[in-house]
């Protein structure tokens, strides 16, 4: 089993860029893909990146996302902030070990200040 | 368009069961593997149970093994959630979601559609 530990909080102004990282506690990042979760208040979950670096369709190219094997760690950078990104952000992977489970990181509070 | 709408929440008494549904559509539903995911008041996401399209795998979160049973009936496209001897700590909203699994790897990734949630209080 791992865990994936984010940021509980970040905070960075309008127009400007973010990155929130991810990292896993075992075993290799790239293992299992990285996926990203936005959650505005109030609201359910939606996807921002899948598969490590992937956008859905309908999400702004201002939002990327990427992995790092040197820092085992997945991080997900919005560019260009705006006040409508403010949120809570939450990485997830799949552990395919012999206890099957989804792991989800803590989520990360993004103000937009 | 692609939908999941879930029901059945509410407040039960600790120890009593309760049973979500979550009905989907705009999509194959017998296709996909569905996940429940839920959310404790001011808390992170905490995955559930998630079940194969045909029923042929059902895989639980060690908190919830024994306790809360995983079904579907593709014919309705509609997902199950029986949760029995319910305990405080199950209080929260739970979402239906459908779960993806990767064209290259052909593994489980994450969950790419999400219901709007239905709320569990369990509270004597």
């Known amino acids: 089993n791992f865990m994936l530990t984010q940021p509980h909080s970040v905070s960075e102004s309008p127009g400007k860029t973010v990155i929130i990282s991810c990292t896993r506690s075992s075993g290799s990042i790239a293992a299992n893909y990285v996926q990203w979760y936005q959650q505005r208040p109030g609201s359910s979950p939606t996807t921002v990146i899948y598969?490590?670096?992937?956008?859905p369709s309908g999400v702004p190219d201002r939002f990327s996302g990427s992995i790092d094997s040197s820092s085992n760690s997945a991080s997900l950078t919005i560019s260009g902030l705006k006040t409508e990104d403010e949120a809570d952000y939450y990485c997830q992977s799949y552990d395919s070990s012999n206890h099957v489970n989804w792991v989800f990181g803590g989520g990360t509070k993004l103000t937009v200040l | 368009q692609v939908q999941l709408v879930e029901s059945g929440g509410g407040v039960v008494q600790p120890g009593r069961s309760l049973r979500l549904s979550c009905a989907a559509s705009g999509f194959t539903f017998s296709s996909y593997v569905m996940h429940w995911v839920r959310q404790a008041p001011g808390k992170g996401l905490q995955w559930v149970t998630l079940?194969?399209?045909?029923?042929?795998?059902?895989y639980y979160a060690d908190s919830v093994r024994g306790r809360f049973t995983i079904s579907r009936d593709n014919s309705k496209n509609t997902l199950y959630l029986q949760m029995n001897n319910l305990r405080t700590e199950d209080t929260g909203v739970y979402y239906c979601?459908?779960?993806?699994?990767?064209?290259?790897?052909?593994?489980?990734?994450?969950?790419?559609?999400w219901g709007q949630g239905t709320t569990v209080t369990v509270s004597s």
């Open positions: 598969e490590d670096d992937q956008r």
């Open positions: 079940i194969t399209h045909d029923e042929s795998y059902k």
């Open positions: 979601a459908r779960g993806s699994i990767s064209r290259t790897t052909r593994m489980y990734t994450g969950m790419d559609v």
